[in-house]
Nanobody
Framework: QVQLAESGGRWVRPGDSLRLSCVTS????????MGWFRQAAGKDGDREFI??????????SYARSMKGRFTISRDNAKNTVYLQMNRLEPEDTAVYYC????????????????????WGQGTQVTVSS
């Protein structure tokens, strides 16, 4: 089992930056891909894909609309994956989740939430003036 715990979410103003953290515990080597997703209040359906990274760090994938503002990174020594978010907008208000994929599917499927086996509890990000 892999346990995930997100942190770093808070209220910020439009244009601000924020970095979210996802700490892994348990079988810290039991994942092959780590992804970030978000879900806005009142929006049904699948969580929105943001970015994903392989455990080795050699491959990354971004949602087209997020690339350039959001950056995924990792610190293996701290068992932590980060999501750096810049130039935040009110439309970025959501609960942000990290998720781990045990088996490494092809990169084209990293945006599919159903491929992920483990999820954190989420952290709220609110962007407003």
């Amino acid at each position: 089992q892999v346990q995930l715990a997100e942190s770093g979410g808070r209220w910020v103003r439009p244009g601000d930056s924020l970095r979210l953290s996802c700490v892994t515990s348990g079988r810290t080597f039991g994942w092959s891909v780590m992804g970030w997703f978000r879900q806005a209040a009142g929006k049904d359906g699948d969580r929105e894909f943001i970015a994903a990274m392989s455990r080795t760090g050699g491959d990354t994938s971004y949602a087209r609309s997020m690339k350039g503002r959001f950056t995924i990174s990792r610190d293996n020594a701290k068992n932590t994956v980060y999501l750096q978010m810049n130039r935040l907008e009110p439309e970025d208000t959501a609960v942000y989740y990290c998720a781990a994929m045990a088996r490494r599917y092809n990169l084209g499927s990293w945006s599919d939430a159903s491929r992920y086996d483990y999820w954190g509890q989420g952290t709220q990000v609110t962007v407003s003036s």
